[in-house]
């Protein structure tokens, strides 16, 4: 079992959509989770980072925690062209190195 | 707003010859990191830096690779020789040193595109 599991798409959905992006965790003593954006060829971009269950909401981006089901997801609404892109996944532990996911890459239909 | 740099941005080098990554964090940063992202796949860690001292570096292949931090603040990753599945983008990162519990946040930079042929 992957210790960040992500489904690698293309996740497609069409413009003004909402795009959820799912991300499961294996560590259950995981406290600290982040949402990257890459577009091809360049950097990790940091979009969002959680620590508690719950909804966090910056934007049109709202991320999504549930401890107990090791589950962290992102929501982009009214989905713009602009934001195709891979988004990485990323999870850590106190004291412990960020593990990725290998990223889901979304695709936003004009 | 600050940014980590990388430099070179490409470098295309035959195999069995040695390259060199150069990374400036975040002024401040106390911890940096080095990535491999293999096309496809996510960032792998291949040190981690808390001021000058080697925090992890469990993943790095020591019989070629090395990354040094001297003064704690600019680092150099170094490859010595190349082999064809080196190819790979090498990011940096950098983070202000954690405060109890969590890793903090980590900035990259725009990674240098590593071609071995």
């Known amino acids: 079992q992957k210790e960040v599991e992500q489904n690698s798409g293309p996740l497609s959905v069409p413009e003004g959509a909402i795009a959820s992006l799912n991300c499961t965790y294996s560590?259950?003593?995981?406290?600290?989770f982040f949402w990257y954006r890459q577009y091809s060829g360049k950097s990790p971009e940091l979009i969002m980072s959680?620590?508690?269950?719950g909804d966090k909401e910056d934007g049109r981006f709202t991320a999504q925690l549930n401890k107990a089901s090791q589950y962290v997801s992102l929501l982009i609404r009214d989905s713009q062209p602009s934001d195709s892109a891979t988004y990485l996944c990323a999870v850590n532990r106190a004291y412990q190195k960020v593990t990725f996911g290998t990223g889901t890459k979304l695709q936003v239909i004009p | 707003e600050a940014e980590v740099a990388q430099s070179p941005r490409y470098k295309i080098t035959e195999k069995s010859q040695a390259v060199a990554f150069w990374c400036d964090p975040i002024s401040g940063h106390a911890t940096l990191y080095w990535y491999r992202q293999i096309l496809g796949q996510g960032p792998e860690l291949l040190v981690q830096?808390?001021?000058?001292?080697?925090?992890?570096d469990s993943q790095l292949p020591k019989d070629r690779f090395s990354a040094e931090r001297l003064k704690g603040v600019d680092s150099t990753l170094k490859i010595q020789p190349a082999e064809l599945g080196d190819s790979a983008m090498y990011l940096c990162?950098?983070?202000?040193?954690?405060?109890?519990?969590?890793?903090?946040?980590?900035?990259f930079g725009p990674g240098t595109r590593l071609t071995v042929l």
């Open positions: 990162a950098s983070s202000r040193k954690g405060t109890s519990g969590g890793t903090d946040t980590q900035y």
């Open positions: 830096f808390q001021d000058e001292s080697v925090v992890d």
């Open positions: 560590d259950r003593g995981s406290q600290s």
């Open positions: 959680i620590y508690s269950n």
